[in-house]
């Protein structure tokens, strides 16, 4: 089956207590076992739930995986794959990932003993030059937050077979729809849901998708002793937003391909950031391993942080917020919203300066979210 068939109807059947087209939410924390010691397959909500589980099934065939979790959030989703660590080992991040995932590495398991090393991941020596004897894992994202910069998954992959370290992909951005890591080699993919597989900006959500059934069975197990699983409810809106994935991944790439291209033009505007832009660093890795470029832009407003704060206060389509991947616009300042938790040396060494703005592109016309901008940069 074709990806847009297999997100409508994938891990989906009719329930089969009542014939329902649509999968039921189980809005239940436990299930009656039917005699001592034997259950229908499901116990307790934390560890199982039907809901979930056709979600979990459909994010796992989506991605080509052997299964997945579905989480509580993005970051529950991270935080239990962290977990695979143990004290004392080493992880290699990529410099640029999500703020979350800076202060996850950064504070919270450092504390709990395993040391990180953030690091730009474009460069195949510099990737092993920085294994250590302890290096137990490489986590990357591509394109990344909010810098949109494309990692090489198969070089990250041959990298990582060769010291026997295990890789994970953060495939919120790109979505399977554009990029499946485990066809490349990656050995975890993790998703924040709230962002395109929900896409309508009513959920918080995460996925883990592994691509053994080891991988899974052990993100399984963290899964229900961590208790981070996600709700019935939030899965069945991700189920829902899944079934139009597809088409609102081209229609809004198709738009921020038409956005990125009047930014690249307009002379308030000193640098555009678009994986699809041909003088974009990644743009070939991206046209090699993706299916499209995505639908994040993020620019640089020339003049000092009055011409930025002007911008981010006169756009009335894009709504000034954190998150992305909705079918709403948004528009946000990295350095003090989406990236805020990363220390300032830290941003100001890869990149994301205070001039730096991030657009989340919709499924608005693409004609409005223009005059959109283009008002809010005069004067600026
Ligand atoms: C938002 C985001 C996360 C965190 O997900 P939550 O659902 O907010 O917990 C992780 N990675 C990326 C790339 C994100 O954009």
Known sequence: MKFETLAVHGAQQP????????????QTSTFVFEDVGKTRGYDYSRTSNPTRKVLEDLISQLEGGKGACATATGMAAETT???????????????????????????????LGVDCTFLRLDDRSRLGAAVRPNTRMIWLETPSNPLLNIVDLEMVAEVAGKHNLLTVADNTFATPYLLRPIDYGIDIVVHSTTKYLNGH???????????????AEKVRYLTNA?????????????LRGIKTLAIRMRQQEATAAVIARYLKKHNRISRVYYPGLEDHPGHETAGRQMKGFGAVVSFEVKGGLEAVNSVLSKTGIFALAESLGGVDSLIEHPATMSHASMPEPARETIGIGPQLIRLSIGLEHVDDLIEDLEQALIGT
């Open 15 to 26: 329930d089969p207590s009542t014939g329902a087209l649509i999968t039921p939410i189980y």
């Open 81 to 111: 794959v962290a977990c695979l660590l143990k004290q004392g080992d080493h992880v290699i991040c990529g410099d640029d990932v999500y703020g979350g995932t800076y202060r996850l590495f950064d504070s919270v398991m450092r504390d």
């Open 226 to 238: 961590m208790g981070t699983p996600a709700s019935p409810f939030d899965c069945w809106l991700v």
């Open 201 to 215: 900006c009513d959920v918080v959500g995460g996925a883990i998708v592994a691509s053994t059934e080891e991988l």
